[in-house]
């Protein structure tokens, strides 16, 4: 959309000669705190009247080192860091690092364990969505609809809760296993949630779909193309509803993908509500995967054997065999740990929020040498100006709701 | 089993002949290519051209002190195609002193901020770059955090920020 610039009757003469008319634009400060802003991120607005004429994006204000980070600690202890990247889904990002530690590492994950990661990362992209769309709600006014989304993410929390212990930073995967198998409670749990959570989103979307003012505020606001979107490296439910059919579920088949049926949601309009409408069809998706996961959950071991050294063996393992005790000390101890290649390689999952990859390079050590993050925040944001040229004041909120910009993930 | 991508053997040997033999390796199925700087972006010029369409993502490695390293500073392009799934991994190696690449910003938009976080952490310039400021250091930094010889605790550069008050912000 381009805008055109009233012209102003600008005086040749008097002390207001010569002005042009950018001089006119007010410039306006949003953020770095700030209700709508919802994390740590700074807007210069320059506007005229109402509209929007250019916005200028500026992050940095959490920045923690977490790649400096990386490169000091082991490949298990890191886990914990990449919690804190994104707080809305950490679960996703535990299930991305170790993802890429197990393709440099060159580790295949027992049946079982890619099946768990699969529940885990569904449920986490569940409650990223839920949240992501409900903050759109909530900026745009629709504050019961954040309350109904708000509520399934507590029993999501207490799903993680009871299957490792922590309701937010989950730090739930290990090289080559997770922390804990699942618990019979754990699948009750998440039996009850799939029985439960489908008629709250149909009530969700009868609260929202088709709200008028809602509908209104978003529909044909902060319009991306399917070229632009490919062009500003767009991945994940922004880039689907601009007509990008990536989706690296389908795509590069990683954990069970390849063995369960799900659609990929897309839409074309590019805009505001096309990635709400992704959202919300996506959790439908992830609810299909749950469910036929759980199913269909394979029996044996959870972590790899002992033979691939990565893993802690369980403790009856340590107790009574000489392999068990062996591997339980050698990983334990400082200098013995498990072997890496010096090699580098990328592996990425499909978060909630985009392609979310780990560039790790290994030297032999303990931890990585270079440990990126591939975030998907940083190019949704970077594009924030090019969206909202020309709409006005009150769409800034709308469009940074809909890209789901997490600070710690843009800043790390 | 892992997921290997589709090969990418017909487009590394295009570029190859357009350009001399370049320096490809595979390691787990990643297909990975160094590309001399003098003619990197005509590389991915070449490369987008071919249906990589999708630059995932520019980052960089230092080699400081890295077993068998010839080079100091390791640019790492990666990209991808969204119609075949292809990747490939494209690398660039530029030395001390004033390490500088062409950006490519003017082939790929989503490139500019990537760049600017490399300027940022790794003080690798990037001609040709429209907007080359800091991203996520403030601008007083004066070092570039992510090198291996700057110190995981920082030198104290927090303490000489200046403190803005309330009444000369």
């Known amino acids: 959309m381009s805008i055109v610039s009233p012209e102003f009757d600008v005086p040749t003469s008097g002390p207001a000669a010569g002005a042009r008319s950018e001089d006119y634009l007010w410039t306006l400060n949003f953020g770095p705190q700030h209700p ?48 804190r990247m994104n707080y809305i889904s950490p679960m996703a990002n535990n299930v991305a690092w170790h993802h890429a530690v197990e393709a440099l590492l060159g580790i295949d994950l027992t049946p079982r364990c890619t099946y768990i990661r699969t529940i885990i990362a569904e449920l986490a992209r569940i409650s990223d969505h839920l949240l992501c769309n409900g903050a759109v709600g909530l900026d745009t006014g629709a504050f019961t609809f954040f309350l109904y989304g708000f509520y399934q993410r ?18 739930y995967t290990r090289v080559g296993g997770v922390a804990q198998d699942f618990t019979p409670l754990v699948i009750e749990k998440i039996r009850g949630f799939l029985k439960t959570f489908p008629k709250t989103l149909d009530d969700m979307e009868r609260l929202l779909t ?23 490296s767009a991945t994940g439910p922004v880039a689907r509803a601009s007509g990008v059919t990536r989706d690296l579920r389908k795509d590069e088949p990683y954990l069970a993908y390849a063995d369960l049926d799900f659609n990929v949601c897309c839409a074309t309009a590019g805009d505001c509500y096309a990635r709400y409408l992704v959202r919300m069809q996506e959790m439908r998706e992830s609810l299909k995967l749950v469910r036929q996961a759980l199913e269909n959950l394979p029996a044996g071991p959870v ?35 498990f072997e890496v290649p010096s090699a580098e390689s990328y592996a990425a999952i499909e978060a909630p929020n985009g392609e979310l990859g780990f560039y790790v390079v290994g030297d032999g050590g303990e931890s990585a040498y270079r440990a990126r ?39 790390r | 089993m892992p997921f290997t991508p589709p090969a990418v053997d017909e487009v590394i040997a295009a570029l190859c002949e357009r350009h001399g033999a370049m320096e490809t ?36 490695v230092d080699y400081l002190d890295y077993r068998g390293a010839t080079s100091r ?85 927090r303490h000489n920020f200046p403190v803005i008050t309330r009444d000369h912000s």
Request: hydrophobic residues 40%; proline residues 4%; negative net charge.
């Open chain 1, 36 to 83: 709508a802003t919802h994390t740590t991120l700074r807007l210069v607005l320059k506007l005229e009247g109402e509209r929007v004429v250019d916005a200028l994006p500026e992050m940095g204000y959490l920045h923690s080192g977490f790649e400096k980070i990386g490169e000091h600690l082991t490949f298990n202890q890191y886990v914990t860091v990449t919690d």
């Open chain 1, 154 to 171: 507590e029993v999501i929390y207490d799903i993680f809760e009871t299957l490792c212990g922590a309701r937010f930073t989950n730090s």
């Open chain 1, 210 to 232: 088709r709200n008028r003012i809602f509908v209104d505020r978003t529909k044909g606001v902060g319009v991306l193309t399917k070229e632009e979107a490919v062009n500003r």
């Open chain 1, 303 to 337: 972590n790899v054997g002992i033979d691939q050294r990565t893993a802690l063996p369980t403790k009856q393992q340590v107790y009574s065999t000489i392999e068990g005790t062996i591997s339980h000390f050698e990983l334990s101890m400082s200098n013995r740990g």
């Open chain 1, 373 to 411: 993050c591939r975030p998907p925040s940083v190019l949704h944001f970077a594009m924030f100006p090019h969206l909202i040229r020309g709409h006005t004041l009150s769409d800034v909120v709308a469009v940074l709701g809909s890209l789901n910009i997490i600070a710690a993930e843009l800043d």
């Open chain 2, 25 to 60: 390796s595979v390691y787990r199925g990643q297909a990975r290519i160094v590309v001399p700087e003098a003619l990197s972006l005509e590389a991915l010029e070449f490369l987008k051209r071919s249906g990589f369409d999708l630059l995932v993502d520019v980052t960089c």
């Open chain 2, 73 to 157: 500073y390791g640019l790492v392009y990666l990209l991808s195609n969204t119609a075949t799934n292809q990747r490939l991994t494209v690398r660039v190696f530029v030395d001390d002193p004033d390490p500088t690449v062409r950006s490519v910003v003017s082939l790929w938009e989503g490139a500019n901020w990537l760049e600017r976080e490399v300027w940022d952490l790794f003080g690798i310039r990037f001609t040709g770059h429209p907007d080359l400021r800091r991203l996520v250091m403030p601008e007083e930094f004066t070092a570039h955090p992510l090198r291996k010889d700057y110190p995981l605790q920082g030198r104290g550069e």
